[in-house]
């Protein structure tokens, strides 16, 4: 009887100490682990649905004003992601300039936007619209810009371009590269 209980024991004993060292060995087990501050810079703070965001600049008018049906605020990079976003800029002048997309990116602190996927720029005083897949826009500086195939249209006349910058207070365009357009000529009334 003796031997048996020894026997128990024994076996008992090692079942435990294998299952320590399976624990100890389990790569899902409990570890001690260094959280990666880049992984978790990236991480969003903030989901919004139906959101609405105003930048104002350092004199305290509105430098900019976004809305959209969703919002992710990622704070320590200050990067807000939005989809369909609807804008507007403001010039020097407090006139109104507006901006749409597919999707779009504001760095909250330089107030640097980027609108991506038909996006459109419009300038309601003027009567213009300019349309790319890719426009930036400095808040800071009031300047937009594409870098890639842009269309500007100011009924009835028609331009084409492989680069566009617009100086929002100075109300200036500036088409470059491959500058093509449709200028009819003007009717007159008898």
Do not use: C
Not at 47 to 69: D, M, R
């Amino acid at each position: 009887m003796q031997v048996r209980v020894k026997k128990r024991v024994w076996l008992t004993g090692m079942v435990i100490a294998l299952g320590g060292l399976l624990v100890w060995l389990d790569p899902r087990g409990p570890q001690d682990r260094v959280l990666d501050p880049e992984a978790r810079a990236q991480e969003p703070g903030h989901v919004l649905e139906n959101a609405e965001i105003t930048l104002f600049g350092e004199s305290g008018a509105i430098q900019q004003s976004l809305a959209t049906p969703q919002l992710v605020h990622t704070p320590q990079t200050a990067m807000t992601e939005v989809l369909s976003p609807h804008v507007t800029l403001f010039d020097s002048e407090q006139r109104e300039w507006l901006a749409t997309a597919n999707t779009g990116t504001l760095n909250t602190e330089t107030q640097a936007l980027t609108l991506a996927g038909s996006a459109r720029l419009l300038a309601p005083e003027e009567g213009w619209q300019l349309d790319t897949e890719l426009l930036n826009y400095d808040g800071i500086t009031r300047h937009a810009w594409s870098d890639t195939h842009v269309v500007l249209q100011q009924p009835p006349q028609h331009m084409e371009a492989s680069r566009m910058d617009v100086w929002l207070d100075d109300s200036q365009v500036r088409l470059t590269n491959n500058v093509r357009g449709v200028h009819p000529p003007a009717t007159q009334s008898p």
